[in-house]
Protein backbone atom coordinates (compact mmCIF):
# COMPACT_ATOMS: atom_id res chain seq x y z
CA UNK A 1 0.00 0.00 0.00
CA UNK A 2 1.06 3.56 -0.36
CA UNK A 3 1.41 5.94 2.07
CA UNK A 4 2.33 9.65 0.41
CA UNK A 5 0.09 11.05 -1.75
CA UNK A 6 2.03 13.86 -4.07
CA UNK A 7 -0.08 16.98 -5.33
CA UNK A 8 -0.22 18.22 -7.23
CA UNK A 9 0.20 15.00 -10.42
CA UNK A 10 1.84 17.19 -12.76
CA UNK A 11 3.44 21.23 -12.68
CA UNK A 12 4.81 22.64 -15.45
CA UNK A 13 6.92 26.38 -14.60
CA UNK A 14 8.74 28.78 -16.59
CA UNK A 15 12.62 28.75 -15.31
CA UNK A 16 13.91 30.86 -12.66
CA UNK A 17 10.02 30.18 -10.72
CA UNK A 18 9.95 28.23 -7.67
CA UNK A 19 8.38 24.76 -7.66
CA UNK A 20 6.34 23.66 -4.53
CA UNK A 21 5.20 19.92 -4.53
CA UNK A 22 2.76 18.15 -1.33
CA UNK A 23 2.88 15.39 0.42
CA UNK A 24 0.14 13.64 2.63
CA UNK A 25 0.32 10.77 4.21
CA UNK A 26 -1.97 8.61 6.34
CA UNK A 27 0.20 6.94 9.20
CA UNK A 28 2.61 8.22 12.21
CA UNK A 29 6.02 8.29 10.97
CA UNK A 30 9.52 8.29 11.79
CA UNK A 31 11.28 10.46 8.74
CA UNK A 32 10.06 11.67 5.41
CA UNK A 33 12.37 11.74 2.59
CA UNK A 34 12.37 12.96 -0.86
CA UNK A 35 13.63 11.88 -4.00
CA UNK A 36 13.91 12.38 -7.89
CA UNK A 37 13.52 10.65 -10.87
CA UNK A 38 14.75 11.31 -14.40
CA UNK A 39 12.82 9.45 -16.86
CA UNK A 40 13.55 5.99 -17.35
CA UNK A 41 16.60 6.24 -14.27
CA UNK A 42 16.55 5.03 -11.20
CA UNK A 43 15.97 7.63 -8.13
CA UNK A 44 18.08 10.06 -6.18
CA UNK A 45 17.58 10.64 -2.72
CA UNK A 46 17.37 14.87 -2.11
CA UNK A 47 16.59 15.40 1.47
CA UNK A 48 15.34 13.11 4.60
CA UNK A 49 13.53 15.51 7.10
CA UNK A 50 13.18 13.59 10.80
CA UNK A 51 9.78 13.25 12.08
CA UNK A 52 11.17 16.27 15.27
CA UNK A 53 11.93 18.62 12.59
CA UNK A 54 9.92 21.22 10.69
CA UNK A 55 11.87 23.15 8.15
CA UNK A 56 15.35 21.60 6.53
CA UNK A 57 17.58 23.34 3.09
CA UNK A 58 19.93 21.68 1.26
CA UNK A 59 20.84 23.99 -1.54
CA UNK A 60 18.25 25.28 -3.57
CA UNK A 61 15.75 22.93 -1.90
CA UNK A 62 13.41 23.42 1.10
CA UNK A 63 11.17 20.60 2.89
CA UNK A 64 8.92 21.15 5.68
CA UNK A 65 6.86 18.69 7.77
CA UNK A 66 3.84 19.12 9.52
CA UNK A 67 3.16 16.17 11.55
CA UNK A 68 -0.01 17.59 12.91
CA UNK A 69 -1.47 17.58 9.42
CA UNK A 70 0.39 14.81 7.90
CA UNK A 71 1.67 16.78 4.94
CA UNK A 72 5.00 17.91 3.79
CA UNK A 73 6.14 19.98 1.06
CA UNK A 74 8.99 20.53 -1.61
CA UNK A 75 10.15 23.62 -2.82
CA UNK A 76 12.76 24.34 -5.49
CA UNK A 77 13.43 27.90 -5.78
CA UNK A 78 15.04 29.91 -9.28
CA UNK A 79 13.92 26.39 -11.40
CA UNK A 80 16.27 24.97 -14.08
CA UNK A 81 16.08 23.29 -17.21
CA UNK A 82 17.61 20.58 -15.37
CA UNK A 83 15.09 20.31 -12.73
CA UNK A 84 12.64 18.38 -14.95
CA UNK A 85 12.37 15.02 -13.49
CA UNK A 86 9.42 13.26 -11.25
CA UNK A 87 9.64 13.38 -7.28
CA UNK A 88 8.43 11.01 -4.82
CA UNK A 89 7.88 11.34 -1.93
CA UNK A 90 8.80 8.30 0.73
CA UNK A 91 7.81 7.67 4.35
CA UNK A 92 9.89 5.84 6.92
CA UNK A 93 8.89 3.72 10.16
CA UNK A 94 10.51 3.59 13.55
CA UNK A 95 13.06 0.41 13.85
CA UNK A 96 16.59 -0.48 13.14
CA UNK A 97 15.77 -0.97 9.23
CA UNK A 98 13.27 1.27 8.20
CA UNK A 99 10.97 0.14 5.04
CA UNK A 100 10.16 3.30 3.20
CA UNK A 101 7.06 3.74 1.37
CA UNK A 102 6.57 6.08 -1.71
CA UNK A 103 4.15 8.00 -2.87
CA UNK A 104 2.78 8.11 -6.28
CA UNK A 105 5.16 11.49 -7.86
CA UNK A 106 4.38 14.52 -8.91
CA UNK A 107 5.91 14.86 -12.69
CA UNK A 108 8.05 18.70 -13.08
CA UNK A 109 8.49 19.76 -16.31
CA UNK A 110 10.13 23.21 -16.02
CA UNK A 111 10.11 24.96 -19.45
CA UNK A 112 13.37 26.86 -20.37
CA UNK B 1 33.38 4.75 -6.70
CA UNK B 2 30.77 3.31 -4.66
CA UNK B 3 27.23 2.98 -5.99
CA UNK B 4 24.58 0.02 -6.83
CA UNK B 5 25.01 -1.53 -10.59
CA UNK B 6 21.76 -3.47 -11.87
CA UNK B 7 22.08 -5.62 -14.97
CA UNK B 8 21.14 -6.06 -17.71
CA UNK B 9 19.51 -2.75 -18.39
CA UNK B 10 16.66 -4.10 -20.91
CA UNK B 11 15.71 -7.80 -20.67
CA UNK B 12 12.83 -9.63 -22.62
CA UNK B 13 11.31 -12.90 -21.41
CA UNK B 14 8.80 -15.10 -23.11
CA UNK B 15 5.54 -16.82 -21.43
CA UNK B 16 6.69 -19.23 -18.82
CA UNK B 17 10.68 -18.50 -18.70
CA UNK B 18 12.15 -17.42 -15.18
CA UNK B 19 14.78 -14.67 -15.60
CA UNK B 20 17.23 -13.19 -13.16
CA UNK B 21 17.94 -9.65 -12.50
CA UNK B 22 21.19 -8.70 -10.97
CA UNK B 23 21.96 -6.43 -7.68
CA UNK B 24 25.28 -5.77 -6.41
CA UNK B 25 26.54 -2.82 -4.45
CA UNK B 26 29.69 -1.76 -3.14
CA UNK B 27 28.61 0.32 -0.48
CA UNK B 28 28.83 -2.04 2.50
CA UNK B 29 25.39 -1.89 3.45
CA UNK B 30 23.65 -3.95 5.29
CA UNK B 31 19.75 -3.41 3.97
CA UNK B 32 18.94 -3.71 0.59
CA UNK B 33 15.26 -3.67 -1.72
CA UNK B 34 13.36 -4.22 -4.91
CA UNK B 35 11.07 -2.22 -5.93
CA UNK B 36 8.48 -2.68 -9.02
CA UNK B 37 7.65 0.63 -11.22
CA UNK B 38 4.90 0.25 -13.30
CA UNK B 39 4.14 3.46 -15.64
CA UNK B 40 3.03 6.45 -14.00
CA UNK B 41 3.06 4.79 -10.83
CA UNK B 42 4.86 5.07 -7.76
CA UNK B 43 7.38 2.26 -6.48
CA UNK B 44 6.01 -1.05 -4.71
CA UNK B 45 8.44 -3.15 -2.72
CA UNK B 46 8.59 -6.97 -3.69
CA UNK B 47 11.74 -8.12 -1.32
CA UNK B 48 13.54 -6.78 0.83
CA UNK B 49 16.87 -8.05 3.19
CA UNK B 50 18.47 -6.69 6.18
CA UNK B 51 21.06 -8.99 6.79
CA UNK B 52 22.88 -11.85 4.54
CA UNK B 53 20.91 -14.83 4.90
CA UNK B 54 17.93 -13.19 5.42
CA UNK B 55 14.93 -11.95 3.76
CA UNK B 56 11.24 -10.58 3.98
CA UNK B 57 8.44 -10.32 1.53
CA UNK B 58 6.72 -6.69 0.39
CA UNK B 59 3.60 -5.93 -0.71
CA UNK B 60 3.95 -8.01 -3.78
CA UNK B 61 5.67 -10.64 -3.62
CA UNK B 62 3.81 -13.36 -5.20
CA UNK B 63 5.99 -14.83 -8.21
CA UNK B 64 9.10 -13.71 -7.19
CA UNK B 65 12.14 -15.12 -5.18
CA UNK B 66 15.37 -13.92 -4.00
CA UNK B 67 18.49 -14.60 -2.17
CA UNK B 68 21.18 -12.75 -0.43
CA UNK B 69 24.06 -15.11 0.18
CA UNK B 70 26.17 -12.34 -0.29
CA UNK B 71 26.08 -8.83 1.51
CA UNK B 72 27.02 -7.04 -2.04
CA UNK B 73 24.58 -9.14 -4.26
CA UNK B 74 20.69 -9.15 -3.94
CA UNK B 75 19.86 -11.31 -7.19
CA UNK B 76 15.94 -10.94 -8.20
CA UNK B 77 14.08 -13.70 -10.21
CA UNK B 78 10.60 -13.26 -11.78
CA UNK B 79 9.07 -16.46 -12.08
CA UNK B 80 6.68 -17.55 -14.45
CA UNK B 81 4.03 -17.27 -11.82
CA UNK B 82 3.99 -13.71 -12.06
CA UNK B 83 1.32 -12.78 -14.46
CA UNK B 84 2.23 -9.74 -15.39
CA UNK B 85 6.31 -9.10 -14.66
CA UNK B 86 6.51 -6.21 -17.46
CA UNK B 87 7.60 -2.89 -15.43
CA UNK B 88 10.71 -1.25 -14.59
CA UNK B 89 12.85 -2.93 -11.94
CA UNK B 90 14.57 -0.91 -9.43
CA UNK B 91 17.17 -2.10 -7.16
CA UNK B 92 18.09 0.16 -3.48
CA UNK B 93 20.20 -0.54 -0.83
CA UNK B 94 20.74 1.74 2.44
CA UNK B 95 23.03 1.97 5.69
CA UNK B 96 21.66 0.59 9.01
CA UNK B 97 19.22 3.19 10.89
CA UNK B 98 18.01 6.10 9.61
CA UNK B 99 19.25 7.28 5.95
CA UNK B 100 18.27 7.84 2.65
CA UNK B 101 18.03 4.84 -0.02
CA UNK B 102 20.67 4.60 -2.85
CA UNK B 103 19.54 3.14 -6.02
CA UNK B 104 20.69 1.30 -9.16
CA UNK B 105 19.51 2.34 -12.38
CA UNK B 106 17.17 0.05 -13.12
CA UNK B 107 16.03 -2.85 -15.31
CA UNK B 108 12.82 -2.72 -17.75
CA UNK B 109 11.53 -5.59 -18.35
CA UNK B 110 9.43 -6.78 -21.11
CA UNK B 111 7.37 -9.73 -21.82
CA UNK B 112 7.49 -11.01 -25.34
Known amino acids: SQQGEEDPQALSIQEGENATMNCSYK?????LQWYRQNSGRGLVHLILIRSNEREKHSGRLRVTLDTSKKSSSLLITASRAADTASYFC????????????FGTGTKLQVIP | DGGITQSPKYLFRKEGQNVTLSCEQN?????MYWYRQDPGQGLRLIYYSQIVNDFQKGDIAEGYSVSREKKESFPLTVTSAQKNPTAFYLCASSEQGVSGYTFGSGTRLTVV
Open chain 2, 27 to 31: LNHDA
Open chain 1, 27 to 31: TSINN
Open chain 1, 90 to 101: ATGGSGGYQKVT
